[in-house]
T-cell receptor
Framework: DTGVSQDPRHKITKRGQNVTFRCDPISEHNRLYWYRQTLGQGPEFLTYFQNEAQLEKSRLLSDRFSAERPKGSFSTLEIQRTEQGDSAMYLC??????????????FGSGTRLTVV | SQKIEQNSEALNIQEGKTATLTCNYTNYSPAYLQWYRQDPGRGPVFLLLIRENEKEKRKERLKVTFDTTLKQSLFHITASQPADSATYLCALGTGTASKLTFGTGTRLQVTL
């Protein structure tokens, strides 16, 4: 296992188009997180899954954003009708479930989205 | 409102010195705090975790302190090297099942 993989690394799209990103977490990690990061800011939480269940979604997330994690393995994040304000780095992270939260997140390298 | 503050200005230090980065928070009761390193164009990399009942944690040249009274964590890199140049993020977690909330990060530049 080589860590968390995200695809694509870069995506340029026209405003109004739909885009979908994929994340493959570390196989033994049952938690998966999506974050968004803009220049000069820290990662901002979007949503997270435990296995296939989506347990929390940010209130800041519009209805144009949807995420899935079928069968508790890989995850996809879809943005419909993209806007220029959606331009950002989209980061995926995974962690093992641990009642004492001993572990940090393992992040992927991100997908950089540019909406033109 | 809840806030996590890190120095927005870059920290410039000379090689061999100790770098100290600050993370302050308000209106949080974190169960634990984590520090990450982020290089340009890459995802953050986990460095250290410290719990609310711990005062200090060390790992090689890294040391983290956590003062829940002051609502502050300090992150130290001793004998700093140019390879330590990066952005360092602090992140708070409020429970075993909750997500992390990140600060804005502090950029560290270590020069020869």
């Amino acid at each position: 296992d080589t860590g968390v993989s995200q695809d694509p690394r870069h995506k340029i799209t026209k405003r109004g188009q739909n885009v979908t990103f994929r994340c493959d977490p570390i196989s033994e990690h049952n938690r998966l997180y999506w974050y968004r990061q803009t220049l000069g800011q820290g990662p901002e939480f979007l949503t997270y899954f435990q296995n296939e269940a989506q347990l929390e979604k940010s209130r800041l997330l519009s209805d144009r954003f949807s995420a899935e994690r079928p069968k508790g393995s890989f995850s996809t994040l879809e943005i419909q009708r993209t806007e220029q304000g959606d331009s950002a780095m989209y980061l995926c992270a995974s962690s093992p479930h641990n009642s004492k939260s001993n572990y940090g997140y393992t992040f992927g390298s991100g997908t950089r989205l540019t909406v033109v | 409102s809840q806030k996590i503050e890190q120095n927005s200005e870059a920290l410039n230090i000379q090689e061999g010195k100790t770098a100290t980065l600050t993370c302050n928070y308000t209106n949080y009761s974190p169960a634990y705090l984590q520090w990450y390193r982020q290089d340009p164009g890459r995802g953050p990399v986990f460095l250290l975790l410290i719990r609310e009942n711990e005062k200090e944690k060390r790992k090689e040249r890294l040391k983290v302190t956590f003062d829940t009274t002051l609502k502050q964590s300090l992150f130290h890199i001793t004998a700093s090297q140019p390879a330590d140049s990066a952005t360092y993020l602090c992140a708070l977690g409020t429970g075993t099942a909750s997500k992390l909330t990140f600060g804005t990060g502090t950029r560290l530049q270590v020069t020869l």
